[in-house]
């Protein structure tokens, strides 16, 4: 190989290797999760909250650090390529309607003693996945949740939740099919129901 090849080589390679390290996320995953359940608790669980306010405060939780858009599209799997583009735009916007309605409610219920993290376990080069236990509310047992976070430029987000081993996502994809499924086959049954959950 000629001296001036190896030497852009090695340019090449040194200048993508400083730019890899000055993109990294300052703080590892499961300081985010630590740092992410302490804010989330102190904005919902509180009785005080209506929930409209406690919906509006997830909202924003959940945009800003869950990857909405690649959760969305891996619970609607198959389908997703089927769906024409108006389709996809309605069901991004119910889809996230649908996470706020279906969990916003349940921060009331957490303790102040908030998230325990534990292991972090390195899934690929960008993701991790970080147990914790939660304590819910008085006697009720904590439980096991395991976060999948994603390292995206200078910042993580959480791209699956598996409760007790469980994953959401897949919990979802499967509900989401059979709706589909019993729906003659179409997203757009999918999407009615979502509609109707949604303005419940």
Not at 51 to 67: G, K, P, S, V
Request: charged share 25%.
């Amino acid at each position: 190989m000629r001296p001036l090849r190896i030497l852009v080589l090695a340019l090449a390679f040194s200048t993508a290797s400083a730019l890899s390290a000055v993109a990294a996320p300052a703080q590892p995953p499961d300081e985010f999760i630590r740092s992410l359940s302490n804010s989330a608790i102190d904005s919902l669980a509180t009785t005080n909250l209506s929930d409209a306010e406690r919906e509006n405060r997830f909202r924003t939780l959940l945009t800003e650090n869950f990857d909405v858009p690649s959760i969305a599209r891996f619970v609607l799997g198959l389908y997703w390529p089927r769906a024409t583009e108006e389709q996809r735009k309605q069901y991004m916007t119910l889809f996230e309607d649908f996470i706020v309605k279906s969990y916003a409610k349940r921060f009331a219920d957490f303790s102040g003693d908030g998230l325990k993290t534990g292991n972090v376990t390195k899934v690929t080069n960008t993701d991790a996945v970080v147990s914790s236990l939660i304590k819910g509310a008085e006697a009720a047992p904590a439980a096991r949740i395991d976060w999948r976070v994603r390292a995206e430029d200078t910042h993580y987000k959480i791209v699956d939740v598996m409760v007790e081993g469980i994953s959401m996502s897949v919990t979802h994809r499967d509900e989401f099919a059979a709706v589909i499924r019993n729906n003659g086959g179409t997203v757009e049954g999918l999407i009615d129901a979502l509609k109707k959950k949604t303005t419940q």
